[in-house]
T-cell receptor
Framework: DQQVKQNSPSLSVQEGRISILNCDYTNSMFDYFLWYKKYPAEGPTFLISISSIKDKNEDGRFTVFLNKSAKHLSLHIVPSQPGDSAVYFC????????????FGQGTELSVKP | DTGVSQDPRHKITKRGQNVTFRCDPISEHNRLYWYRQTLGQGPEFLTYFQNEAQLEKSRLLSDRFSAERPKGSFSTLEIQRTEQGDSAMYLC??????????FGQGTRLTVV
């Protein structure tokens, strides 16, 4: 039972354009969502998060949008840079699960110069 | 703050051998998590500690797996009688309560 799904295994965008990474979830108990970025041979690095009481959170070039009714969130990167090329994981947790994260399968972003 | 540290970075072992991995969390973090990641998948939760207490174990954690966190500081994950299906990246993360988790660089296990 995949509670967090990232249906696009890969995404390619041109430098300077917007990257949009999508994530869907099924468990309505999730109340906090996170995006992690992962380079090969390294552990995931925290990028940005959003609480279920918000619908948008912005940090520099990164914005996360949450649509609770659709159980959907997205990560926007504007403008995209070649250094953003990595695998991006969406993760979710619920307040009564002790911080345990449920991850999606990841989307590999390639930003071409 | 030196981040989460894992040792070793790579481990190759023969099937049937026991292996042990170590994780040193960020010092002021009282929660410590173990995850496993296989190719093409996201990290899967294995177990977590709050201080020295192991509060949850995933069904993925068979009886060949055991984790400890003595004194609520570093943690070890031991796999007994390794199988080829245990080959994966083992990730450790730590956090304060209700904050984001920070991951180590992982231990890549190859069982031959």
């Amino acid at each position: 039972d995949q509670q967090v799904k990232q249906n696009s295994p890969s995404l390619s965008v041109q430098e300077g354009r917007i990257s949009i990474l999508n994530c869907d979830y099924t468990n309505s108990m999730f109340d906090y969502f996170l995006w992690y970025k992962k380079y090969p041979a390294e552990g995931p690095t925290f990028l940005i998060s959003i609480s279920s009481i918000k619908d948008k959170n912005e940090d520099g070039r990164f914005t996360v949008f949450l649509n609770k009714s659709a159980k959907h969130l997205s990560l926007h990167i504007v403008p995209s840079q070649p250094g953003d090329s990595a695998v991006y994981f969406c993760a979710a947790k619920s307040y009564n699960q002790g911080g345990k994260l449920i991850f999606g399968q990841g989307t590999e972003l390639s930003v071409k110069p | 703050d030196t981040g989460v540290s894992q040792d070793p970075r790579h481990k190759i072992t023969k099937r049937g051998q026991n292996v042990t991995f170590r994780c040193d969390p960020i010092s002021e973090h009282n929660r410590l998590y173990w995850y496993r990641q296989t190719l093409g998948q996201g990290p899967e939760f294995l177990t977590y500690f709050q201080n020295e207490a192991q509060l949850e174990k995933s069904r993925l954690l068979s009886d060949r797996f055991s984790a400890e966190r003595p004194k609520g500081s570093f943690s070890t994950l031991e796999i007994q009688r390794t199988e080829q299906g245990d080959s994966a990246m083992y990730l450790c993360a730590s956090s304060r309560i209700n904050t984001e988790a920070f991951f180590g660089q992982g231990t890549r296990l190859t069982v031959v």
